[in-house]
């Protein structure tokens, strides 16, 4: 009897419950519900009406990750979740999804033992109740679900059965089974449910950090949730990458902005994600023979003429140094255009034409000498994609990139007809104000154009991954190898390179007006992470969100600055009080706040950076959240600080 019994629970292991948590319908589970690292452990006995014990133990199911495949574990055995987790398609079965209180129905089984013996069994199944049901692992909400009915064997055993299953949603388990079988009676019972990614987002959730660590000094932690609070940040697209795979993402909303309703599948502007996203669809053109990206661009057009620079015949503007921010092409970033003002085309935007917000392109310095940002030239590739492909820029993304990677929640469309506008997270400014319209259209669709959400980017980095690792379907091991191989100034084709001992990470960020965004993963590891915000603010808990992945999941790069906090007298901060030239050319403030006797610099775009004293062979201070240095010159009196690397001189 034990060795049914057990073979039924294996059977039955992930026929649990999914849905909302505070639903009382519940769905079959999916794939997709599933993580690795997540465990569960039963104990078990079974005994006669006359005390005998025949059988006790635990049991133990876990999530593991062969190969890339999903499995659980069965004693010594595994079995793909993909099996387990098929619709049945029996007219009789176990569960009759959506399960709800009050539902009946018939279930029929068939079975063989180990041993060879044949059975059947027919029960009556009534799903009781949904409530609050306690076990030795936790509290949980349940559905209780009775069957009665009789089971007989090819050894002429025939008995009546009676059985209450307890089904929570929460662990996608039953946590409970009493079993009755004429003199037998088995129990099972949830000692412990272990979900390690769950644990991981709420640890990540709780302890949120600045980039410095005041040595000898407790930690101050914070919460996702009371940063976007203290930010005026609506909301986030958060995603973990853990060993090359999602671990979890969320979409947090802050209940502060009313009329949000956003989800997994919502949408915020990428804003220059977009670019890694089109030059490795423009990659894999190349692989395929459709591009050269060393070709010189001039031969791609079409519809432009580049205006005569510092390009050459011999030494010409390509994809390559367009993509790898090398072209010469001016430099600068697009502001967007509000949704009641017309859309300049692509060809108007490169001539810096009426109605234009950017200046027009021009080949300034001689390609492949520098290294200077230029949202330009992506739009100059953007407009030899279309002439070559002779189909509109979003069409051709998808294609050959968006869809290959599944990023089903992604497009390069502008401007974007939402078929559903809550769809769409809009973007606010520093103050909590949203944005005229909800967010600013961009036509630079290659250069800031992108929607998507941290699922999707996540797809992206993580295929990235994989090509470096030769497991990829999209991109091949040789094709990443030969562009990592091309870092110049610590930068691949706009990507930010951070190599350590262990690791190979790469990083990008991006700012639209009313979003901010960022992504990153290590090559070796596969551990990473994704962020869109739909805030003006969200630099700076993206910063705080890398710097706190990193401690939990102890990734090799985003590490912390240690200090030891100084003390100063209030006297000699105020003498520090005034206006300095930086660098010759920027005009920055010191300012003193008497309520908590502190410095702060000040930015003329509005940044502020409050500074803390620390000990230093100088008189010197740092924002605990970014970790700028501002460091006093005790050979100029203290009338000079230095900043970035470029001196600040006080001004009478």
């Known amino acids: 009897m034990k060795l049914y019994i057990k073979l039924f629970i294996a059977l039955v292991l992930f026929s649990a419950c999914k849905g909302q948590l505070n639903s009382n319908v519940t769905t079959q589970p999916i794939l997709s519900d599933y993580k690795a690292g997540e465990k569960w452990v039963w104990k078990y006995k079974g005994v006669t009406t006359k005390g005998e014990t025949r059988s006790e133990g635990t049991d133990t199911r876990e999530i593991i990750d062969v190969d890339g495949e999903l499995r659980i574990t069965i004693g010594k055995d595994t079995i793909p979740v993909t099996d387990i987790v098929k619709p049945k398609k029996s007219k009789t079965p176990k569960y009759h999804w959506p399960l709800k209180v009050g539902k009946t129905w018939i279930y029929k089984e068939n079975w063989t033992s180990q041993d060879g013996t044949t059975g059947k069994q027919q029960l009556k199944a009534e799903v009781l109740s949904y409530k609050e049901e306690k076990v030795e692992a936790g509290t949980f909400m349940a559905y209780t679900i009775h069957y009665n009915g009789n089971i007989t064997n090819s050894r002429g055993y025939n008995a009546v059965v009676d059985e209450v299953w307890l089904y929570a949603p929460k662990v996608k388990n039953f946590i409970k089974l009493t079993q009755k079988q004429d003199d037998f009676v088995y129990n099972e019972e949830l000692i412990e449910y272990f979900d390690k990614p769950s644990k991981n987002k709420v640890q990540l959730g709780n302890h949120i950090i600045g980039k410095v660590k005041f040595l000898e000094e407790p930690e101050n932690f914070s919460t996702i949730a009371n940063k976007m609070a203290d930010y005026k940040i609506p909301a986030l697209s958060l995603a973990v990458i853990n060993d090359g795979k999602i671990e979890w993402t969320d979409t947090y909303q802050n209940p502060s902005f009313l009329g949000q309703n956003l989800n997994d599948n919502s949408i915020f502007q990428a804003a220059s994600l977009s670019k890694p996203v089109t030059f490795f669809a423009a990659l894999r053109m190349h692989t395929a023979g459709k591009i050269d990206l060393d070709e010189n661009i001039e031969n791609y057009l079409q519809r432009y003429q580049l205006p005569q620079g510092k390009q050459t015949a011999e030494n010409p503007v390509t994809f390559r140094n367009i993509f790898a921010h090398t072209s010469g092409i001016t430099s600068g970033g697009y502001q967007g255009y509000a949704k009641n003002l017309a859309i300049p ?308």
């Not at 920027?586 to 620390?614: A, H, K, R």
């Not at 460091?631 to 006080?650: E, P």
């Open 345 to 652: 085309t692509d060809i108007a935007i490169l001539k810096g034409s009426e109605g234009v917000n950017s200046p027009k392109i021009e080949v300034i310095s001689v390609p492949n000498e520098m290294l200077v940002y230029s949202g330009g030239g992506y739009t100059l590739a953007e407009v030899a994609i279309q002439d070559i492909f002779n189909d509109e820029f979003s069409n051709i993304m998808n294609q050959w990139i968006l869809k290959p990677i599944d990023m089903k929640n992604s497009e390069f469309t502008q401007p974007l007809q939402p078929t559903d506008s809550s769809k769409i997270a809009k973007g606010y400014t520093s103050n909590g104000v949203v944005l005229d319209g909800g967010w600013r259209n961009h036509p630079e669709q290659a250069a800031a154009g992108l929607w998507s959400n941290a699922v999707d980017m996540a797809k992206f980095l993580i295929e990235i991954y994989k090509g470096f690792q030769g497991k990829s379907s999209i991109f091949s091991k040789s094709e990443i190898q030969s562009i990592l191989n091309q870092e110049r100034d610590g930068h691949i084709y706009g990507l930010i390179v951070d190599k350590s001992e262990k690791g190979f990470a790469i990083t990008h960020y991006g700012g639209n007006a009313g979003y901010r965004t960022g992504m990153t993963i290590d090559l070796n590891t596969g551990k990473g992470l994704v962020y869109l915000i739909n805030s003006d603010n969200g630099g700076a808990l993206g910063n705080e969100l890398l710097l706190s992945a990193s401690q939990l999941y102890n990734w090799n790069h985003f590490k912390r600055t240690s200090v030891k906090r100084n003390h100063l007298d209030t006297a000699f901060l105020k003498q520090l009080i005034g206006k300095y030239k930086w660098n010759s050319q920027v005009d920055l403030s010191i300012s003193f706040n008497d309520e908590i006797n502190q410095l702060s610099l000040y930015f003329p775009n509005g940044d502020t950076y409050n500074l803390i004293p620390i000990k230093d062979e100088e008189i010197s201070f740092i924002n605990p959240n970014t970790g700028v240095n501002v460091k006093f010159l005790k050979s100029s009196n203290y009338n000079s600080f230095v900043l970035y690397g470029q001196t600040a001189v006080k001004l009478n």
